[in-house]
């Protein structure tokens, strides 16, 4: 905030402005507020002292006159990482040595960071997940609750957020951009900023915990995920059939193989009826041709174009075939769709195991690290993004996206051993029906809950005719199902999109955006959901008018979010969804402990939304479900001693699985 007596003239402007465009704003208006600053005479940050290469007895005496300082490695960048330098810093001044020098004095410097590392104080880290196995792998000792992550707590600050540390430094400090400085002469004085930078940032984050009431929320809860789920899922991997996916993949390239004869031939006959000359839009690669795609969809066959909702171009993407499937007379729509379903699956079976034969995925905790920002010479970076809900999510790959046909690559270690999956069974509807109070959702949930909501849609608009079909109760109805019949399962299916749609204040128009229902009959049921249970929207509405007054949320475990009033969707499934996320975390750490203790019982090898997938051996099963059931089925107290049933199945491969 600038106060003056008199309007304030500014010169100049960031050099991003000369490059402004919209996906660029939030680095745009950081220039401008950083020259807004400089023009009223507000001094930047002072720039931490920097000393490379300090003796032996310097390195001593720093470390004991702190106890509380942040630590940066730079290492290389494939596995087995090593590193090349590493620094350590209070703030205001920071301390760097070049590892690759092999001499007396690094050697010994190296292991005063060794010895001195786990002696009493805070270790400040920037992405603690990536960097505390390295020193692990060195032979040092952590003490984990001494550790405090900036990464993860602008993470709980902000989930929406961009969370690297160039970004945060930008946001929450008035510094000189200095991610620029990678490699040469020039590495060194890197390093010492990101340890430098690191240890300001927490104690920035910590006050802003701790104002946001989230202080205790983040040490208690967050960060022991750290130590016992983060590193461990990261580390760990689920072991991949090679032999089973070579067999995949033959399969896979044959099925494809055959579908690109079939589209020649089908574009050659649509061809000649349509009296166009056009050829197969597949080309030399196998891959078909978005603009040929376009053209045969929307020029030749005359379907409504659909365009990309955030694009607003035109799209050929699932979503959009979805929508154009009952206009299509040809075949082409169903044909282009089926190779949707190809293209899906060929992601997730030419995953490349590490050596040892596993997949290991990157787990990330909330936050955005995929930000854009300016240096001096003008680069850009990305990274990954995790969810705002406060879930975790994987990437490289992504194990919660892996389709049902796939999952069958994934395997126990040992021949002898068992996959457990253990899912909380509706979740989020009971959390909305614990807060809401809503009788009839109570009601649905003892049932089928899906199936319970498609009788009822059914009683109230008559969209699926049941009673045509000779079916007229409830009973009746989950009789059907069981055996299998087409019609109930088609609604129930189409009643499963709604009702999620509906738990996240989609409207018509998105819903079918989104899963391709039609307009007018998304509505029907939309409206109908609202009928079904009042109480649900009374506490949504409820929930807005909250946030009008206050600006934000706050679910029993004291995670907090704030929101703008037009949020609608997102405040409305924040309660369900954040207290969801903690109530895996909370039965994750119960889990971690148990299996610590009887480690030849099993392990978590993967965490997959509201499920956690665990192999151990065969003789053990029993035993293994005992524990984590009651882990994972434990009364939450701060739910008023409400606790959330699982699922539990088995199988020699993931696909495979069955109730126990």
Known sequence: ?????????????????????????????????????????????????????????????????????????????????????????????????????????GSLNWHLFQHYFPTPGLRVVQNGAFDLPILQD???EVTWDNVKDTMI??????????????????????????????????????????????????????DSLKATGQLTFFDTHIMPLLESVLIPLNSTGIYLDRSIQSSLQDTH???????????????????????????????????????????????????????????????????????????????????LLERSTYKELEVHIQVKPDPDGR?????????????????????????????????LASRGPNHQNVPKAARVLYIPSYSEWSLLEADHSQIE????????????LAAAIAKDAHLYVTWHVDQMTGIFAFGKHGIHDYNALRDAFSQGNILVKQARHECKHIGLGWTYRMGAQKLENTTGIPLARGRQVLASLDA????????????????????????????????AVSEVPAICNFLSQGTAADILFAGQLRLASALKENPAIGRLVATIHDANLIEGPDSTL??????????????????????????????KNWRDLCKI
Request: charge should be positive; proline fraction near 6%.
């Open 1 to 105: 905030r600038i106060e003056s007596t008199g309007p304030t003239f500014v010169p100049t402007v960031h050099p991003a402005a000369l490059i402004y465009d919209k996906s660029l704003e939030r680095s745009f208006l950081l220039g401008v507020y950083k020259a807004v600053r400089t023009a009223a005479g507000i001094p930047a940050e002072p720039e931490p002292r920097v000393t490379k290469m300090p003796s032996e007895a310097e390195t001593q005496a720093w470390f004991e006159l702190h106890s509380d300082w942040a630590f940066d490695l730079e290492t290389t960048r494939t596995k087995p990482y090593q590193v090349l330098s590493w620094a350590v810093s209070d703030g205001n001044e920071a301390l760097v040595w070049d590892k690759a020098v092999d001499d007396r004095q």
């Open 138 to 140: 060195y032979g040092f």
């Open 253 to 335: 390239r044959n099925s494809l193989g055959t579908w690109r004869q079939r589209m020649s031939s089908h574009c050659a006959t649509l061809s000649t009826q349509l009296g166009i000359e056009f050829s197969s839009p597949i080309g030399p690669s196998g891959t078909p041709s978005t603009k040929k795609v376009q053209e045969i969809l929307y020029t030749y066959l005359k379907l409504p174009t659909q365009y990309h909702p955030k694009t607003k171009q035109p799209s050929t993407d699932k979503s959009a075939l979805n929508k154009l499937c009952g206009l299509d007379s040809t075949g082409t729509v169903d044909l």
């Open 359 to 391: 997949v290991r995925s990157r787990y990330v905790l909330g936050g955005d690290e995929k930000h854009k920002e300016f240096t001096e010479k003008g680069s850009k970076r990305s990274r990954d993004r995790g969810p705002g809900t406060g879930r």
């Open 153 to 206: 707590a602008a993470s709980i600050l902000d989930p929406d957020d961009w969370i690297n540390l160039g970004y945060l430094a930008a946001k929450y400090m008035d510094v000189f951009a200095w991610k620029h400085m990678r490699g040469g002469e020039e590495s060194l004085h890197y390093n010492a900023l990101d340890a430098a930078y690191t240890s300001r940032l927490w104690l920035i984050l910590r």
């Open 429 to 440: 509807l009971r959390l909305t029906q614990y807060f809401s109070r809503d009788k009839n």
């Open 532 to 563: 079904m249970f009042p109480g649900v929207v009374l506490w949504w509405d409820s929930l807005v008018s909250f946030v009008k007054q206050s600006g934000y949320l706050q679910n029993p475990f004291g995670r907090r979010r704030y929101f």
């Open 622 to 651: 029993p035993e293994l479900a005992s524990i984590v059931r009651s882990a994972m089925e434990h009364p939450i107290a701060k739910l008023s001693g409400t606790y959330f049933p699982v699922d539990i199945q088995v199988g």
